[in-house]
Nanobody
Framework: QLQLVESGGDLVHPGGSLTLSCAASGRTLDDYAIGWFRQAPGKEREAVACDRSGGDPANYGDSVRGRFTISTDNAKNTVYLHMNNLKGTDTGIYYC??????????????????WGQGTQVTVSS
């Protein structure tokens, strides 16, 4: 069974940077696509980014493209979400999710089988 644990959430000022981690255990991420999602208070969960390391190029949501980057460290079995130029609208609980995939990643949460517990990101002055 694949287990995911997010970390790195924090309070950060607008314009600041933050890196979230999604550490996997139980199985290697080599065969999985990873998605990052977030949910702001009172809003539905939205896709932020996804990646299938060694497969389909990473995809990003329109609101984060050019500011966020997803990367994978296979040796650590960990996926990262690097967030730059943060805005108040980036505030929310960030989740990572995984699904077995040969090549593609997905920007739809319904495609994912495994989820972490989430980590809080607050962007405020």
């Amino acid at each position: 069974q694949l287990q995911l644990v997010e970390s790195g959430g924090d309070l950060v000022h607008p314009g600041g940077s933050l890196t979230l981690s999604c550490a996997a255990s139980g199985r290697t991420l080599d065969d999985y696509a990873i998605g990052w999602f977030r949910q702001a208070p009172g809003k539905e969960r939205e896709a932020v980014a996804c990646d299938r390391s060694g497969g389909d190029p990473a995809n990003y949501g329109d609101s984060v493209r050019g500011r966020f980057t997803i990367s994978t460290d296979n040796a650590k079995n960990t996926v990262y979400l690097h967030m730059n130029n943060l805005k108040g609208t980036d505030t929310g609980i960030y989740y990572c999710a995984a699904v077995w995939s040969v090549y593609y990643c997905y920007m739809s949460e319904t495609e994912y089988d495994y989820w972490g517990q989430g980590t809080q990101v607050t962007v405020s002055s």
